[in-house]
């Protein structure tokens, strides 16, 4: 958004994950002021955005605290846009082979749905039922939601990489963490590229001027 002339804010609790993002904007040339802060309390001035998003975020996020939040950020009329993706794992071996490793090292040998995710198994264009409710209870009007597919490519590296930012892997203790990843170079040593089917679920919500019913 910032690289398409956007004026743009990013909101981060800690400094490294701001540092990082400092970083990539900075190769891209973009311009984003970064606030760390909590998405339930980012001391921003009320009505001041006309869009906030949250991207594969939602599901981490206090959602009594950070409906009013958002509500109190944008504008009359303003909008949120909630995104999340998930790596069909299904239709790709690569991926099953890598959180095959993952499970493997899991106390409990499970892989549970991150966050809030695991709240319920009811979904509507892939979010919790319930959520819906609570934006509509806190002052939104769903204006669009949807669902569709797409691949990313990644060498061995880059996808070591991007496994490694799972919360799945997070979990994980230091010694679980560096073996699975030793087993995933070892596992790609030959491959030059992987194709990984995604999955991304969209709800595009507009601020109504009425009071929310629940705050």
Request: hydrophobic share 40%.
């Amino acid at each position: 958004m910032a690289s398409r002339g956007a004026a743009v804010t990013g909101v981060e609790p800690t400094a490294e994950m701001i540092g990082e993002a400092r970083r990539i904007a900075d190769r891209s040339g973009s311009h984003v002021v970064y606030v760390q802060a909590p998405a339930e309390a980012t001391e921003l001035s009320a009505g001041l955005f006309d869009l906030v998003t949250a991207a594969r975020a939602w599901h981490w996020f206090d959602r009594q605290q950070s409906v009013p939040e958002v509500r109190r950020l944008l504008k009359p009329g303003g909008f949120l846009a909630v995104v999340d993706s998930v790596i069909l794992a299904a239709e790709s071996e690569a991926a099953r082979a890598t959180f095959e490793l993952i499970r493997r090292q899991m106390p409990d040998g499970k892989l549970k749905a991150p966050g809030a995710m695991a709240e319920s198994t009811e979904r509507r264009n892939g979010f919790p039922l319930r959520w819906f409710d609570e934006w509509a209870e806190g002052g939104f009007q769903e204006k669009d939601s949807g669902q569709f597919g797409y691949e990313l490519r990644f060498t061995p590296d880059a996808w070591r990489g991007k496994v490694r930012s799972i919360s799945w892997f997070s979990q994980l203790d230091t010694e679980s963490r560096r073996q699975v990843d030793q087993e995933m170079a070892g596992l790609f040593r030959d491959v030059t590229e992987l194709t990984i089917p995604h999955h991304c679920s969209f709800v595009l919500l507009q601020k109504e001027v009425r009071p929310p019913t629940r705050l």
